[in-house]
């Protein structure tokens, strides 16, 4: 196997950040006011004229980078609808080169931060929520960037269904295990050894000898 060049994640950090709880908690006593990206609003529409009437399945691939994990879960759920959504137009454009003749999936750029809110307010429900690789904002003054240290991470978890994340730091999934946990949600974190993996980053890792791990919630 090829071998990569990814550098291992480095932190000030040497466990799960000391104030991730009570952020957690102030954001459930308050609400977001903060006006939503007219490019967002566009996508969630192109979105929804998309889905038209549908009640089926619904996945939502978040951080989807170039869709090639949005591909992948597609064919994994043929009769699921799959959104991949990604804030980079230049990630979003490089989609092509993965892209599939498969009608059950769409890719977007959009701000998660208020798709998720338009997606909440529109009382969306899916059945399984990806999020592979998001950037892991190391440092520890970067907490409230990670997407568990964040308002959006409520709304993201009102849209519910099971939630698959995974990172190349295993303290990112260990904190977000923490939250779900302070929420009432049970996880379960192991050590991916694909075969065939489910992002460009993540055969990169793999390919630099990392070790990646994935954090599933688990059903009542």
Not at 24 to 31: A, F, N, Q, R
Not at 153 to 167: K, V
Request: aromatic share 8%; with cysteine; net charge negative.
């Amino acid at each position: 196997m090829a071998q990569g060049n990814s550098r291992a994640i480095m932190t000030n950090q040497t466990g799960v950040h000391e104030k991730l709880i009570d952020l957690v908690s102030k954001y459930l006593h308050s609400v977001n006011h903060r006006p939503i990206n007219s490019h967002t609003q566009e996508a969630f529409d192109n979105v929804r004229e998309w889905l038209g009437e549908w009640d089926g399945d619904l996945i939502l691939d978040n951080c989807c980078g170039v869709g090639a994990s949005t591909v992948k879960i597609a064919q994994q759920h043929p009769h699921a609808k799959v959104i991949g959504i990604d804030k980079s137009a230049q990630r979003v454009d490089k989609h092509s080169h993965y892209a599939v003749r498969q009608d059950n999936y769409m890719l977007v750029r959009a701000d998660l931060n208020d798709f998720w809110r338009l997606a909440r307010q529109a009382q969306w429900q899916c059945v399984k929520q990806y999020m592979l690789y998001p950037n892991p904002y190391p440092k520890s003054t970067q907490v409230q960037k990670r997407w568990h240290g964040s308002p959006a991470f409520l709304d993201m978890l009102a849209l519910g269904g099971e939630l698959i994340l995974r990172s190349n730091w295993r303290l990112y999934l260990e904190e977000v295990a923490v939250v779900l946990a302070h929420l009432g949600q049970a996880t379960q974190l192991n050590d991916v050894a694909d075969d065939e993996p489910m992002t460009p980053f993540e055969a990169k890792y793999q390919n630099s000898g990392q070790v990646c791990w994935e954090l599933r919630t688990m059903s009542d």
